[in-house]
């Protein structure tokens, strides 16, 4: 459905700043009763509603547009600054925020939004969490390697000791989590037929790749900030680079290369022709990355397990 108008929101924690050129603009506050009570006017209405992705932040938003019908589209945050720049909109409050959100949707092609899994959603918390987990402990052993005479090591044990119990019980929830849905199991065991892609390699890319499949391989690609981009002008041919995306995707699959591209790995002669071509070894693995991520977006979409050439 394409809607009669856009609605723009800038989404903070507490509240939502409203952009609706018929006027019925204002502030709503970022809870579940209140986005509910706006989502089905909307939807009476015909309007889509358009916001910058925020994280957490919005994902009570999502829920309520999509449990009332409400197309809408979740904007990249940079290409809403470069947009509002581009219309020479350089002031930046909430509210201004949120009219250029709604400006810049009105131009855009509306992408059709995946269905709402909450499963997913939880998948998702736990990732980010066992992430967390993973960087403090990596701190903490950082400060135990360096420690002087008279630093508390026996503190940094302990804590580490604690970190560790806690990321194992984060990855067992993940664990129990897709083995309780058929479709995330499936999914995940798809996955896992690549070499490179491991346990923890194939949470990430379920959770935070819920495009995966279902994107075209520019478009997949794009997403996750692999796919490279021209720099020429005239006769001068740049260099290309990658640029943007979702990081945390981009660099389990950066480590997926690395292993991929192991002697008698299914990558490895891909990787030895870039070499040998004069690539750098470092773009020569992120376009390795690139080929496992278009490689199992055609696995996903065709429910095919991998198979080496």
């Not at 026996?154 to 993940?174: G, K, N, P």
């Not at 070499?275 to 278009?294: N, S």
Request: net charge positive; proline share 4%.
């Amino acid at each position: 459905m394409v809607p009669a108008s856009w609605i723009g929101i800038d989404v903070s924690k507490a509240r939502l700043d409203v952009y609706d050129a018929s006027g019925g603009g204002g502030v709503i506050a970022n809870t579940a009763d209140a986005l509910a009570a706006a989502s089905a006017d909307w939807a009476e209405r015909g309007v889509g509603v358009a916001f910058e992705a925020t994280g957490r932040y919005d994902l009570a938003l999502r829920v309520a547009l999509r449990a009332a019908g409400v197309p809408f589209q979740r904007l990249e945050p940079a290409r809403v600054r470069a947009f509002a720049r581009a219309i020479g909109r350089r002031a930046k409050t909430d509210a201004v925020d949120a009219r250029v959100i709604a400006t810049m949707a009105s131009s855009l092609e509306v992408e059709e939004q995946g269905e709402h899994d909450p499963q997913r959603d939880r998948l998702a918390c736990l990732t980010r969490r066992r992430d967390q987990l993973v960087d403090l402990r990596t701190q903490e052993r950082v400060r135990r390697t360096e420690a002087t005479l008279g630093d508390p090591t026996d503190s940094y044990e302990r804590v580490i000791a604690l970190l560790d119990a806690e990321i194992a019980i984060c990855q067992r929830l993940i664990d129990q989590l897709i083995r309780r849905s058929e479709r995330l199991r499936r999914l995940e065991c798809l996955l896992r037929s690549m070499t490179g892609i491991g346990q923890v390699t194939a949470a990430v890319l379920i959770a935070l790749l819920p495009e995966l499949g279902n994107r075209s391989g520019k478009r997949i690609t794009a997403l996750v900030g692999l796919a490279p981009y021209n720099c020429d002008s005239g006769t001068y041919r740049g260099i290309r680079r990658i640029a943007g995306g979702r990081s945390r995707v981009r660099r389990a699959l950066y480590m997926a290369a690395l292993v991929a591209t192991r002697p008698k790995a299914p990558f490895a002669t891909f990787y030895r022709r870039l070499l040998e071509a004069g690539k750098p070894p470092k773009v020569a693995l992120i376009a390795v990355a690139r080929k496992i991520l278009l490689t199992l977006n055609a696995m996903v979409r065709d429910d095919t397990e991998f198979q080496a050439a």
